[in-house]
Every structure is written in C-alpha cells, then in structure tokens.
C-alpha cells in the first residue's frame, strides 16, 4: 500500500520556553514569521538543561490560540501509560485539539532510564504496550487492559475524553526496523531525525509494508522529520558552528553526522536539502537550529524570508 500522504508543506520549529515571558516571545515570532508549529524536545536527564515539554507547551496554548504545538519526542516508557493517558488529554483540551502528540524510546542516556526504575531494554516493548494502553483510556468508557504486560488494570474510565475524537494523533519517532513497523502497525504518523532523504523514503516504505500487514485503513499518515539546520554564508561555516553545537548538546563528536543529516549552508544550499527531504515523503518541517542559542531567532527569520520562498513549488506537489 502506498501511505496517505498529506499534500500541504508544514514548517514549524523547535524551541525552549523556560519562563511565561519567553512563550509569549516564541508564540510571536512564529506569527510574524509565518510558521504552523512549535515543537519541544523531552529529556528527565540530559547532557544539557531540558525543561518538561507539556508544561511548556502549555505557556504557549494559553497565549496561541493558531500554532500547532507537537512534541518531538516525549520519551513516553519513562512515565506511566495511564499517567501520560490522562496527562495527554489534559493538553489537547487546553490546546483545543492542536496537538501532535510525537513520541520516542531515547535510550542514548540509560541513567534516565535508571533514575525512573526502567529497564532500558524494555523501552521499546513499553512504549507499544503504552500507546496501545492510552488508547483505550481515551475512548472515555469503561475499560480494561489485563492483557497488558506493563500496565494491567481492570474497569477503568478515564473523564474526560480529549477534544480530539480517539485523542491527538500519535506520531513515533526512531529508525530502528522495530520502530519502523510500530508505526506501520499503531501510530498517526512517523516523526524522524538523523536520517537522510534515502533514509526517510526507504523508512516509509518500510512503515507502508507494516500498515498493509496489519490490514490499517489509514486515512491520512503523518510524515515528519526533526531537521538540525544552520544557515550561513558558506557551507563550511554552517557546519563548523552546527558542529560545535550539536557536539556540546550531546556529548560526543556529532560534526560527522552534522555532516550527513543536517540542513546546512546558503539559502539556496538549504532549499535544495528541505526539496530533498519533500521529495522523500516529509510533508511536515521541524526546525531545530544549531549554533549559538542568541542567534536562534535570526535563524529563524533568515529561514523565513530566504530559504522559505525558495519552496512555494513544494506547496502543491
């Protein structure tokens, strides 16, 4: 099967909101610039400061009443299934039903892991179990779930249901085979990152033949992709700056997969990157740009303004 793609270019971006003034700051430049969402990342323990994502986003939908609000991702084994269920919820009413709720395993941090009493090696089996799990919860009846490994309970009703009829759509993160074909099989749609445009058409296909197997009839399937990106007047200036960044963010050498999987360069030299991204199947933009935290905003603007009018051919295709 081939999977319901959306036809629209949506462009949000990433961004941290550690205070009600910085939401009001963020939900205003994305008005001025034009952008359709706002994303936040989620970590409990990081090699940099991380806020909670839903408290964060939460600023925002008090002030926005236009933006999409996403996570990318929520690292949902590290909760409990019932918790994130009625967590969840809460948000899509304050948010009136723009949410996307993007969600992922991490794993590259096993003390998190361990600080939450999760074995990380059940991270995937819990994250499938608890999507599964919420689910039910959301339909707003009174259910059971005893079939279930990690979070068994018998006659529960959870009220009240989310705006969004069966609750926000669900969109999984990771590139894994495993990961892959749970979004086939469970999710609204598939939001990646650290993979190329070859990647991300081969993880559709791949996503396609798992949906097919499990006889899903999918009437629209989400298909976005986390993109680190830097703007500049030269390539190699975007990558020595992406590079630093990306390298302090996480703890390790990332200038080689800054090299390989990030949007980078001149406008031009990024317009061509996101084309090849669109022609691969991502319908939906996540922004995160790299380099100094000060130089953000101007990023951003410079995306708007020089890289996005170099995609109004993508609108339609």
């Given at each position: 099967m081939d999977l319901p793609l959306e036809k629209k270019l949506t462009i949000g971006f990433s961004a941290t909101m550690p205070t009600p003034a910085a939401a009001r700051e963020v939900s205003a430049l994305a008005d001025r610039l034009g952008y359709e969402s706002l994303w936040t990342g989620d970590h409990i323990?990081?090699?940099?400061?991380?806020l909670d994502p839903l408290l964060q986003l939460a600023q925002v939908a008090a002030v926005n009443p236009r933006l999409i609000l996403g996570t990318g991702v929520y690292l949902m084994p590290l909760r409990h299934a019932t918790t994130v269920a009625k967590?969840?919820?809460t948000f899509d009413h304050l948010c009136e039903g723009r949410f996307i709720f993007g969600v992922g395993v991490g794993g590259e941090f096993p003390n998190e892991y361990a600080a939450c009493g999760v074995p990380v090696k059940e991270r995937g089996a819990r994250l499938t179990d608890?999507?599964?799990?919420?689910?039910?919860?959301?339909?707003?009846e009174k259910?059971?779930?005893e079939e279930s490994r990690f979070y068994p309970f018998t006659d529960v009703q959870m009220l009240p249901r989310p705006v969004t009829p069966g609750g926000p759509p669900?969109?999984?993160?990771?590139?894994?085979?495993?990961?892959?074909?749970?979004?086939?099989?469970l999710t609204n749609g598939w939001i990646s990152y650290v993979v190329t445009p070859e990647m991300y058409r081969d993880g559709l296909e791949k996503i396609a033949v798992a949906a097919a197997d499990a006889k899903r009839d999918l009437k629209t399937f989400g298909s976005g992709h986390l993109v680190f990106m830097r703007i500049d007047d030269t390539y190699e200036r975007a990558l020595d700056l992406a590079a630093a960044h990306l390298t302090r963010r996480y703890a390790m050498d990332f200038r080689p997969a800054a090299k390989r999987y990030a949007v980078l360069g001149t406008p031009a030299d990024c317009a061509q990157r996101i084309a090849d991204f669109h022609a691969?199947?991502?319908?939906?933009?996540?922004?995160?740009?790299?380099?100094?935290?000060?130089?953000?905003?101007?990023?951003?603007?410079?995306?708007?303004?020089?890289?996005?009018p170099l995609l109004g051919q993508l609108k339609a295709a």
């Open positions: 323990a990081f090699a940099v400061p991380m967590l969840v919820a608890g999507i599964k799990t919420i689910r039910k919860l959301w339909t707003g259910v059971s779930n669900i969109w999984a993160g990771g590139r894994s085979k495993a990961a892959l074909e749970r979004c086939g099989r691969a199947g991502v319908r939906h933009f996540v922004l995160d740009c790299t380099g100094p935290l000060e130089e953000r905003d101007a990023q951003l603007e410079r995306f708007a303004k020089e890289v996005r």
